[in-house]
């Protein structure tokens, strides 16, 4: 938000001397940072000066130029003749200014500026011989002061309404001696994107005595009467249950003079302000919303149907904004219509620009000024998805004061009648109602324990009372606090809090270093985490970081069928690229791409992994999630429902090898990546959790149907898969042919027990090993026999292994048979050999008992 001082003076006790730099630390003190800092570019003597004499002289190119005699003061004119001047001819004090504009004539007050002034852009101004002539100065334009773009004529002050005598200072005639500070607003505070805002904090901060004159008990209003403009609200498709709109304001203005200019003072203002002056009526709806903080939109009354009408946009339609470009609009946007006339049309984006029809023009001598409220979110979404941020938007998703429309309106209306005439039609429009203030309890102490200030509950009363704020005493240190409508980011006791700490100066909290808490060091899930990326690393791989994003043409690209649940993709809303509106429901839909990248950079040997989220819609019910109200707490089957619309979140590891695993050297000739090189990384990564899978042929994309393995875990949980990529996968990525990858679940991995046994501890007593070989069902797997034994065993199994296993024509049929070695140590003694055959026997007995496994000889 730019801030003219020379405008926040005008509702403030601002003095004339005031520190620029010193009030920007201050507002800093209290949440608003500068940005940037605008103050005077012009130094030296820039005058006012009266055309005396001007003589237009055509040149051999062409040009037309002007040679003129400028009355400059008594301070900066010549007493005689410009001995420099190889054409003197002038009988009066004057200085010659060679100037190429045709704006202006004899008699004319324009601004000048001599030789050594300097001017923005440290463009330095000196006397120079020209077109026959010593040009002792220049005649300036809007541009060359920095006042505007206007470059093709220069500035008359009689147009600009201002009158003053030859060598008076042009700047300060100009405001070009003005500071603007442009300071930071954070973006729940809407109120601050206004004077009216501003000059509230500034009066805060400096301890004086802020009138609101945006307050309706202040500002005069016009009551609503039964002949005003027709308007309705007709949102038959509510966001959030929220009605778009929920007041809408409308006064007219008739009989203005469509001639009527912009006068300098409000033109410097909005310049200032970083807004463009455009008309009069434009300039002062946009001079209102800067100042009070309220957009404005003036409509052309004759233009205008019979009624108004807000609504939400139905499918297929399409508006014209007044940037001339033709939207397709969507069944969330909020629109302004009109009904009647000529048929009814849209006429704006509610909130956002207005349309090209009904726009006020040079002929406009009667409008309609709409002051209206709406919907926060509803205003976000349609600028975010029309890609057009405006002041008005701005404005209103930050939160607009829902009382200031009327007042807002009026203040419009009084200036249009004092610059333009006319007169305000007394018939006036009010439909809605501003919702009820907020009240919010607040326990005083509570304040000092959150800050860690202690406050007096008349500190703290104070401090409310001067946001606005209206208090009540209901109990012992305990207040009732009314929120002013302004502070729509107000909706707790802790905002409360906040707004007593900032208006009390961030600069007053002590920077005390709060104690550490004692934590439980890192979690199972974290420690797996750190196991599983030391292993990888270890072997070679290396970790990188891929965007979650995809698209359908990746799921085709990976030659998934068109019922793999791989498929069931969350779609964004607002997605970072429209080519990648998906979120990934594998991560080696997106590590293929790093891949591809160094590949085609010429890095032919790579071994890449990633740890990350994927996201999947399968198995959330159907249509939109639940939507509740900002502040309502949900009940428990309320939370239930919402809990089962968020999208299932696995986290899973994925690596991918490509070209050589080891690499050639002196030692040898290198060896390329198989398939069974990460299939043998996969089963490893089970094992640092002490987890032995089953391993399985598979036929699965994308990988190679003839080499690739399914890993499953002892409840049947299938945990990944790993091989080598089918042919036509590396030809649609772009990869080299032969590249292997896995990817396993990492979530269901840790839902199983933690079956390592060692504990880090080195014993000194030997081991004792007996090995077993069991008959069991052909079916059943190995992990769930190996984990019966271990049950069995007892805690003094250190190792098992699987080291065997036998289907031949020596079984029965259905039958397999499984060796096991197992190896026994005791942490106190050591075990003889009966007492590793008596726990071999355990473990082989429950074993018979579970799963009718016998003991093959």
Known sequence: MRVPLNWLADYVDLPADTDTHALAAEFAAIG??????????????????????????EHSNGKTINWCRVDVGPEHNEAEDNPKDPQPGAERPSRGIICGAHNFSEGDLVVACLPGTTLPGDFHIAARKTYGHVSDGMICSSKELGLGDDHDGIIVLSDLGLSAEPGDSAIELLGLDQVTLDVNVTPDRGYQLSMRGIAREYAQMKGQTFTDIGSPSVAEVNAPTADG???????????????????????????????????????????????????????????????????????????????????????????????????????????????GGEGGKIIGLAGVMGGADVEVHSGTTDIVIEAAHFDPISIARTARRHKLSSEASRRFERGVDPKLGP??????????????????????????QAPDPTVIELPVDRVGSLVGVDYTTAEVTGRLEDIGASIDVVGKDRLAVTVPSWRTDITADVDLIEEVAR??????????????????????????????????????????????????????????????????????????????????????STLVDLVARNFGRGVKDVALFEAGLVSTSAGLPAGPGPRHLPGYHPTDAELEEIYASVPAQPYHYAGIISGNVELPGVWGKGRKAEAADVIDTARRIARTNGIDVTVEADQIAPWHPGRAAKFVLADGQELGHAGELHPKVCENLGLPARTVAFEIDLD?????????????????????????????????????????????????????ETFDLYTGDQLPEGKKSLAFRLTFRAADRTLKADDASAMREAATKLAAERHGAEVRS
């Open 407 to 432: 007042v807002a309106a009026r203040r419009c209306a009084d200036l249009l009648v004092e610059l333009a005439g006319g007169t305000i039609n007394p018939a006036t429009t009010k439909v809605g």
């Open 229 to 339: 403009f027709p308007v309705s609200i007709e949102d038959s498709n509510p966001i959030n249950e929220v009605i778009g709109c929920d007041q809408f304001t409308a006064l007219q203005v008739n009989g203005i003079d469509p001639s009527a200019k912009t006068p300098f003072w409000m033109q410097r203002r909005l310049t200032a302000a970083g807004m463009r002056p455009i008309s009069l009526t434009v300039d002062v709806t946009n001079y209102v919303m800067l100042e009070l903080g309220q957009p404005l939109h003036a409509y052309d009354t004759a233009l205008l149907g019979e009624e108004i009408v807000v609504r939400r946009a139905q499918a297929g339609e399409k508006l014209t904004t007044l940037d001339d470009v033709e939207r397709k609009l969507d069944p969330e946007d909020l629109l302004i219509t009109d009904r």
């Open 748 to 800: 269901a991995l840790l839902a199983q027990d933690d079956l390592r046994t060692w504990d880090g501890a080195l014993s000194t007593y030997p081991v004792s090993r007996q090995d077993v070989a069991l008959i069991v069902e052909a079916d059943l797997p190995t992990q769930t026999l190996a984990a019966t034994l271990r049950e069995g065993a007892g805690e003094e199994l250190e190792l098992l």
């Open 503 to 588: 208006t009390s100066g961030y600069d007053k909290i002590p920077s005390i270093q709060p104690s550490a808490r004692a934590g439980q060091g890192l979690t199972e899930a974290q420690k797996t985490r750190r196991r599983i990326s030391n292993l990888l690393a270890a072997d070679g791989y290396t970790e990188v970081l891929s965007y979650p994003f995809t698209s359908a043409k990746r799921d085709d690209q990976l030659r998934l069928e068109a019922d793999d649940i791989r498929r069931k993709h969350i779609r964004l809303a607002n997605p970072m690229s429209e080519d990648l509106p998906l979120m990934r429901t594998t991560l080696l």
């Open 32 to 57: 608003l940072e500068e940005e940037d800092y605008f103050g005077p570019e012009i130094s030296g003597p820039l005058v006012v000066a009266r055309v005396l004499e001007l003589v237009k002289e």
